[in-house]
């Protein structure tokens, strides 16, 4: 028998958000994951915010809805904010009710910025990594380091002579000024030195090598263990030549101890960062550069066995920058400053992290 097309609208539900969620969803195993870490934030949490006045978004929940965001690729707050008012996934997860309202996308942006001050990103993928059955997955001695482009939330257009009036229209030709005017940039020399952008003033010119195009951009930079290839580190800073082995050297210090070996690029084949990983005692496991040069890395190294499966576990690296870049919208970030993208990419390695771990811990038993 056929049924009829017909909406019942009943006044009362006796249906839980729980029930709505199959048992063998993905998102409970993250959320479990994602739960544990945040009750190791909760004295960070509370210096954030005073003791007195109206209570505001909890920054549970912030933390969780900000992690559906790049689970999801939802792109702006504003459609995040519209995802959770009817998506009983989304609502489940962050931890609102059936009925609970959702906030406006300017109150949670507001709040979410004061998450900022605590460099709770950061923290929140340190609270992950130290997880006793996360720590089971991680090697303390093999590592490998690398870089990549971020495209800064500014227009080629916005980038001006330093100092320039800002109702100043350089290079127009034709249509006088408006939002979008027209712009000729033949024959004109710009660099960092002499232009800045009026719309993200950390962005810098940056070209990633012969032949391509310069852009507005940062430079993230991310260090993984070699046994599953998580993310143990992730810092953002300004788009340099230098930029990616000034970083390097600093993370390596900071999670990599002594004997360990750091596999990379060729763009990492310099004097100066291997001595200074063996000033650090670790061992660089370097590709080795040879085009019109000579490389840094000798036989003492290369001879080694070590040295062979480095070369090939630190193209595992890619993986997490193609999640963050295509899943996690770090391609071309929404944002303008650096502490706010850098906030933004610490907290995108930690969700790849946290897509990844339950996998593991499932495949490892």
Known sequence: MRGEDERSEDLFSFVRLEQRVPADHPLRAIRALVDEALGQLSRSFARLYARDGRPSIPPERLLRALLLQAFFTVRSERQLM???DYNLLFRWFVGLSMDEAVWDATVFCKNRDRLLDGDIARKFMAGVLSLPQVRKLLSSEHFSVDGTLIEAWASMKSFVPKGAPSDQDPGTSGGGQGRNAERDFH??????ETHASTTDPDARLFRKGKGKEAKLCHMGH?????????IVAARLSEASGTAERTT???MIKAKAGRGSTVGADKNYDTADFVAGCRK????PHVAQNTTNRRSAI???TTRHAGYAISMIKRK???EPFGWMKTVGMMRKTRHRGRPLVAWFFVLTAAAYNVIRIPKLLAATG
Do not use: Y
């Open 187 to 192: 024959g004109e020399k710009r660099s960092n």
């Open 280 to 283: 650090r005692g670790c061992t």
């Open 222 to 230: 991310i260090f993984t263990e070699n046994r599953h290839g998580l």
């Open 82 to 84: 519209e995802q959770l």
């Open 248 to 250: 390097a050297l600093a």
């Open 298 to 300: 000798d036989g003492r």
């Open 316 to 318: 595992r690296i890619e």
